[in-house]
Each structure stands twice: as C-alpha cells, then as structure tokens.
C-alpha cells in the first residue's frame, strides 16, 4: 500500500496539530512530504516554541520550500496516498477552492482533487463568514473533506494536548491509509 502523505501546514491557528499529524505518521513509517507556509512558519515560532519548525521537519521524509512549485509533489504523476492540510487557513482554503496553484501547498492540494485522492482540510477560523462558508462549500464539492479542528468532548478530554491528539489521529483515520487510530465512542 502507498503510504506516501503530503502534509501541508498554513498559518492558521492550531500549528500543534499539524506537527502532532506528522509525528503520528512518522511512527507509522509513513513517508511524509511536508510543506510549511511563511505565515505558519510564524505560528509554528509563536504558538508552539522558536525551534518547532526545525524539530517538525526533521521527522519527514522529505521538507518542500513552499515557492517550489516544480517539487514532486506538485505533479499528479507522483503517486501519493493523500494529503492534510493541518491547520488550513482561509487564505488557502479559498486558493485550493479556486485552483490558484500560487504556491507549492496549494498546487499539491489541487493535484490530489485532480486526481481524486485523499485531501483533508482542517480549516480554522472563527466565526465563519459567508465567504468562508462559501469556499469549504467549493472545495467539498471538488472532493475535498473539511474537517473543523472541532473537540470531541464526548471522549472527555483531560488536556490540550488530548483534544489535539484526537483531532489528529481523526484526520489521518479519514485517509483511510491506514488502521483506525482514533478513539472511538463505544456508546
Ligand atoms: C498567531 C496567528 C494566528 C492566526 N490564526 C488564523 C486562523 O485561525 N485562521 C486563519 O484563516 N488565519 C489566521 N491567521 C492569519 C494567516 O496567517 C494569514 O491569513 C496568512 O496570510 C495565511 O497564509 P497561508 O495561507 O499562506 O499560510 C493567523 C495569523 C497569526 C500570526
């Protein structure tokens, strides 16, 4: 099976949970290809800590500059299992929803709608307006999944870093690449 997964992290609230995605997949022997916005790269330091970016892309496979729009991933003929967005901001949510390929994130993404893989988006923002709503209604109906970085707090989360660490295995569950890791009610 091919478990090679593009993660892309913009610069959205929520950088933990695009590192906590790569983690999870590193210790699944995923061959992560990751690409980071400058605007996450700024989350990344103020969210988490200064060095958050360097420990992250020392856990993949492969690290792609953002302005590389010739990478590998950038082409459909590069086969890949799927693709995060983790965390999504609004301004590439709305540049996946309207096939602006303007960046090496945002054209990967369009790749896997072009050739109907796997792309979660977990698009971040709040409150919503109707061009938000507007643009996770454009990338749904091309086949993407939005996946709001919304708590389960059925599972009574005792922590932050709990809320993350579902939110995380949830999203790589929907890839449907691998055994399911999230936990699940039981009823
Ligand atoms: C600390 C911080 C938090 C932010 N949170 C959000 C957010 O939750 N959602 C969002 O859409 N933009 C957020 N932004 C703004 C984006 O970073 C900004 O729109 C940027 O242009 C996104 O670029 P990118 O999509 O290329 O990463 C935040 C910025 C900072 C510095």
């Known amino acids: 099976m091919n478990q090679r997964i593009v993660v892309g992290i913009s610069g959205a609230s929520g ?32 969210e988490i800590a200064p060095d958050a970016q360097t420990k992250v892309e020392a856990l993949a496979h492969r690290v792609h500059n953002h302005a590389d729009i010739g990478a590998s991933i950038a082409s459909g003929s590069f086969p890949t299992a799927g693709m995060i967005v983790a965390p999504c901001s609004m301004r590439t949510l709305a540049a996946i929803a309207q096939s602006l390929a303007d960046n090496l994130l945002a054209r990967a993404a369009d790749v896997h709608l072009k050739e109907r893989r796997p792309l979660v988006l977990i698009a971040r923002e709040t409150p919503l307006h109707l061009g938000h709503l507007r643009q996770m209604t454009a990338a749904t109906e091309m086949g993407a999944i939005i996946m709001p970085p ?11 870093a709990d809320i993350i660490d579902q939110m995380a295995r949830r999203a790589i569950d929907l890839l449907r690449t691998f055994p399911p890791a999230a936990t699940p009610w039981t009823g």
């Open 15 to 46: 950088a933990a949970i695009g590192v906590r995605i790569v983690e999870l997949l590193a210790e699944r022997g995923a061959e992560v290809h990751l690409v980071i916005t400058p605007a996450a790269e700024r989350t990344l330091r103020e």
């Open 150 to 160: 919304a708590p389960a707090f059925y599972l009574r989360p005792a922590s932050v």
